[in-house]
């Protein structure tokens, strides 16, 4: 479910994320700080994100600093975050530096804005708002070499509660992954295919999505496919590597519609694709992008597959709907779909 304000509202979405490792061995304990330079740091001290009594206090001065030495190997991007709540003081940062790397993202835990970045290696920061005065603060950077220090800098006198520290080979933040003693791995998440060939129209039909990617700029590409289970005759809708939006289609192995949007894919956008002999449209958020009038359509069309028809590609993101209509409507009807 979609937090907004640190409330919950809205429709929920089938979330599907990728296999990462958080790599903090103690991820809701002290053990996770190997050193401190802080007066106290207390045990089960304030209700976390999770709703129990968890949260740990840590009382410092301005300029004090609290470490974990984990390492998610060098010259690789990673993400670094953390649950934080302010006490009596607001403004916190993460700084994961080691040789030839040093980032750092500052927050302000009062208004849930992120108020300075910097360093050689600093790739993206954020902040999310989960109520209750908790915040999940997060950095992505990439790794130098030697042992890495993952550190949280307080840069006011004062109170604070920390909970769920994560490290983990990512370049975004993902679910957090708890850990007591030793790192864990989740596993890909993964949507099995769904329909046969009875069920689609090869024809004439519309692939509808409302999806978001889990990053703006991912490393890789997703992909949600119609086809016939090869390479040669698919409808697909495409998050691309920069963020952008693709629509495409191959009919006997040749390509018959294709068409990029610049869209920001880490928001929920509704997408369409439609297909008939030399008819193709997409229509996002209500928009009809584009449109052609010359082209084949796929033949055998069997199953939907949260992946490219390669097993490559998978579709790591947020699904709020999914919907085939074995028919090409009409362009009031496919703004209306998407809007």
């Known amino acids: 479910y979609p937090l907004i304000d640190g409330v919950v509202n809205g429709c929920p979405s089938h979330l599907l994320e990728p296999s990462v490792t958080n790599y903090i061995n103690n991820s809701q304990t002290s053990a996770s700080i190997e050193y401190n330079n802080v007066n106290s740091v207390t045990e089960n001290s304030g209700i976390s994100p999770d709703g129990t009594l968890n ?67 600093y790739i993206d920061s ?59 791995t989740r596993s890909a998440e993964t949507a099995n295919g769904a329909g046969d060939a009875s069920t689609f129209n090869d024809s004439e039909g519309v692939l509808m999505a409302e999806i978001s990617a889990l990053a703006s700029s991912d490393t890789s590409y997703r992909a949600l496919s119609l086809s016939d289970g090869t390479s040669s005759n698919r409808v ?53 992008t584009f449109s052609d009038v010359i082209g084949n359509t796929p033949t055998g069309l069997n199953n939907i597959r949260f992946l490219d028809t390669n097993g490559s590609a998978n579709f790591y993101g947020n699904t709020k709907q999914l919907q085939y209509f074995d028919s090409a409507l009409n362009d009031s009807d496919l703004e209306k779909i998407t809007s």
Do not use: H
């Open 236 to 288: 697909q809708i495409w998050i691309w590597n920069n963020g952008t939006i693709f629509t495409y289609i191959v009919a006997q192995g040749s390509t018959s519609y294709t068409r990029f949007d610049n869209v920001n894919s880490s928001n929920i956008n509704k997408i369409s694709i439609s297909y008939k002999q030399n008819q193709f449209s997409t229509f996002i958020n209500g928009i009809k």
């Open 126 to 184: 954020s902040i999310e708002n989960y109520g209750n005065g908790w915040y999940r603060c997060s950095i992505t950077f990439t790794t130098g070499t030697g042992s890495y220090i993952n550190r949280i800098r307080f840069y006011d006198t004062g109170t604070y509660e920390v909970y769920g520290m994560q490290l983990e080979n990512s370049s975004y933040p993902t679910s957090y992954i708890p850990t007591s003693g030793s790192a864990v």
């Open 55 to 121: 949260a740990i206090k840590i009382d410092a001065d301005a300029n004090d600093i609290a470490d974990s030495y984990r390492n998610v190997g060098s010259g690789v991007i990673g993400t670094f975050s953390i649950f934080a709540k302010s006490g009596s003081s607001d403004s916190i940062g993460l700084n994961p530096s080691s040789t030839g790397s040093t980032s750092l993202a500052v927050f302000n835990l009062s208004n849930g804005e992120i108020t300075s970045t910097s360093g050689s290696q």
